[in-house]
């Protein structure tokens, strides 16, 4: 695939088929950290894969197909929570997935989620990428299409804010 990649700089419907499947899961979890719902972050992989199918043949270079995947991810994620914005639905007051028996480990996951919810979306993207993702400043430079200098300043700032919340929610509980 690689000598395929070197000859041709175009993907192949073929290409496109098998580095989707190959970054499917990645996505999907980047997708879910974004709405905290399995048919939500479904609809926001299908979205996006359809978006991605129709300008696959624009892919500058076939070897960052999964960045430019996460930022389509990441705008249809944008998109979705934005649409959501519009209407208020009961369900949203709803936990939409049921917790496995509780473990500290658990709780601890589940008090970053709940603080990335105080986050701006935009904001998200830079945590979701780093812990999530475990991702290089130089790798998140190019999803986010921003110099690396920007990504780690905006990054430290997000993170600042993320303790404080965390901070404060742990006071406010003592």
Excluded at 117 to 133: N, Y
Aim: with cysteine; net charge negative; proline share 2%.
């Amino acid at each position: 695939m690689d000598k395929l990649s070197k000859v041709s700089t175009a993907l192949t419907e073929q290409q496109f088929s098998d580095r989707l499947e190959a970054c499917k899961e990645k996505l999907y979890r980047f997708a879910f950290s974004y709405v905290k719902n399995e048919q939500e972050a479904l609809e926001i992989i299908s979205e996006a894969s359809y978006k991605g199918f129709l300008s696959y043949e624009k892919v500058n270079s076939p070897d960052y197909f999964e960045t430019w995947m996460t930022r389509i991810v990441i705008n249809c994620s944008l998109d979705h929570i934005r649409r959501k914005k519009k209407y208020t639905y009961m369900e949203d007051s709803i936990i939409p997935f049921a917790a496995e028996e509780s473990s500290m480990g658990l709780e601890e996951q589940w008090d970053l989620y709940e603080a990335l919810d105080h986050l701006h979306p935009e904001d998200r993207a830079f945590i979701v990428l780093k812990f999530f993702q475990d991702q290089r400043f130089k790798d998140m430079a190019e999803v986010l299409s921003l110099p690396e200098s920007t990504v780690k300043t905006r990054f430290y700032k997000i993170l600042n804010k993320l303790k404080k919340h965390l901070t404060k929610e742990e006071v406010d509980f003592t």
